[in-house]
């Protein structure tokens, strides 16, 4: 089991950045795949961006390809999420969630594949 803790939320104008961090406990980070989601108020939780439990291999939602990179530091147990050219459209509680992977250094798109969540952290992007 792994228990995330996200950072680095709050407000920035259009046009700003911001870097979000999620750090893991537990010994064994590097085998679970990696992903951020996004929850706007009265909408769905959305995909953004996720990553292998190597880091190897990243994948985006086309909104935020170009402008968010995801990455992740296997020897201090974070992922992060760099946001970049950030719009008002970006604003939401944005999640971290992990999943144990035990093969193939897959990485997952879906809420459902991943068991475990943060508790989220807040970004807003002023007009």
């Known amino acids: 089991q792994v228990q995330l803790v996200e950072s680095g939320g709050g407000l920035v104008q259009t046009g700003g950045s911001l870097r979000l961090s999620c750090a893991a406990s537990g010994r064994t980070f590097s085998r679970y795949a990696m992903g951020w989601f996004r929850q706007a108020p009265g909408k769905e939780r959305e995909f953004v961006a996720a990553?292998?439990?190597?880091?190897?291999?990243?994948y985006y939602a086309d909104s935020v390809k170009g402008r968010f990179t995801i990455s992740r530091d296997n020897d201090k147990n974070t992922v992060y999420l760099q946001m970049s050219s950030l719009k008002p459209d970006d604003t939401a509680v944005y999640y971290c969630?992990?999943?144990?992977?035990?093969?193939?250094?897959?990485?997952?798109?879906?809420?459902?594949?991943?068991?475990?969540w943060g508790q989220g952290t807040q970004v807003t992007v002023s007009s």
């Open positions: 969630a992990a999943s144990w992977t035990d093969r193939n250094d897959p990485f997952y798109i879906r809420t459902t594949d991943y068991p475990y």
């Open positions: 990553i292998s439990s190597s880091g190897s291999t990243t």
